[in-house]
């Protein structure tokens, strides 16, 4: 943001009075609005089938917002997210097949959606002194999450085919990556097994997307209701985390467990080094009612039932090690997308089952280091967060961390953990004091003007 120069008391050698340089309007708030559809009405995106696709036609939105504004601040390290972007967008060269272009595209549009999510939530975290209101759509689709993780607990094999389903084209509906975004159920299952697990998967047509998801949001729901220190939205967060974790408990869901444990860890640590008892007291508030939830959900046992009875670390390891063998003909810019080999005995394509070996495999080692670095960064500069707020928002990017070898990211999870992210770093930015403040808003915010 522009500094102006003050009005001049005197005349400096004898000469006119010196005018000040015009202050250049302030521009205009960003409305909070656009992200509260886009998070809260995540239920009615679902129900038409088109989570999924709208979501980059939501973030083009805001771009546009964005646009329109003009003189918009960008978050720390949206340098390397570009040049992250700028790869993926190169290795599209190595597409094998026309077929192959809408996955791309729409893997390209959850990156970028994500950045500018991430750069609207920031702004709006900058410009408002209630930086729990940047929180509010994150909280809105919580809500969501849980109702509809519910509806997989209550009503396992619903199903629906959506109005998006009719409407595509045959030959783009049954194409095997989009029939799953547009043919919506409410739980993950075998269907030959006599005894199938259930586990929750709605709005997500996967159980680890909704694992995923969990994790990430989590750390905003507790930062806001330490926020916002009164009011129903407040009480009605904190009703649903104990309602939420049947839902999610039931996904199975190692790697969910992993990373919440492993960001709890370093929340502890980090409240332990800098006495800060509130924290402390969040986490182990958090630990005591998920070790409680297991006194009546027998996860463990559920989780070795499922792992005893399929190949899926077999197959991992499998895809895995098939990536690293191929990756070595293409390092730079990697394949494109995911593919389908007959050298594996998994049922799914060589570069998924993990957002590491997505990026790696489908975009080269360049784009995954930029990939990490990333979430590096942020990570680094989230800690500086001494409020437990900020605190609780810092862990997201640690999370996303242990996430990534597991887990695919390439969908609106993505734009999850960036709006946390941003948030907590504007978060971070402000309580650095307002001389550090200033100067940020002088290199990020526009041109700097002596003062």
Known sequence: MPVTVALATSEPDGGPPAVAAPR??????????????????????????????IWPLLGAVLLAMLIVRGRVPLPP???????????????????????????????????LTALVVGVYAYVCARERADQAAALMPLCLFWFGLVALGWLGVVAPRFALT?????????????????????????????????????????????????????????????????????????????????????????????VMFASLGVGLA?????????GNVRVGASVVGVLVIGGLTTLVIPVADLIDDRVSSSDTNTDRIALYAEVIRRIGHSPWLGYGAPVSVDTVAAPVPVG?????????FSHGVPALLCFLAWFVTVAIICARARSAPGQWLAVIPVVCLVQIPFYGMADPTLTIAYLGVTVAMALAEREAGPGRAHLARRTRGGRAVPG
């Open 24 to 53: 250049s309007p302030a521009p205009p708030r960003l409305p909070r609005w656009p992200l509260l559809i886009m998070f809260g009405l995540v239920p009615l995106w679902w129900l038409a089938g088109v989570f999924y696709l």
């Open 77 to 111: 390290a949206t340098g390397i997210w570009l040049l992250f972007s700028a790869l993926v967008l190169l290795s599209a060269t190595q597409l094998s097949s026309p077929v192959s272009l809408l996955p791309f595209g729409l893997r390209l549009g959850f990156y």
């Open 352 to 360: 998924t089952q993990g957002q590491l070996w997505t990026v790696l």
């Open 162 to 254: 959506t109005p998006m389903e009719i409407l595509l084209p045959g030959g783009v509906a049954n194409h095997p990556y989009v029939q799953d975004l547009v043919h919506i159920t409410a739980s993950e299952y075998s269907a030959r097994a006599l005894n199938p697990i259930y586990r929750p998967t709605a709005p997500f047509p996967y159980t680890n997307n909704y694992g995923s998801a969990y994790a990430l949001t989590l750390p905003c729901v507790v930062a806001y209701t330490m926020l916002r220190r009164h009011g129903i939205l407040r009480w009605a967060l904190l009703a649903s985390l104990p309602l939420s974790l049947a839902p999610a408990f039931l996904t199975l869901n190692r």
């Open 266 to 274: 370093v929340l502890g640590v980090r409240a332990a080094l800098r």
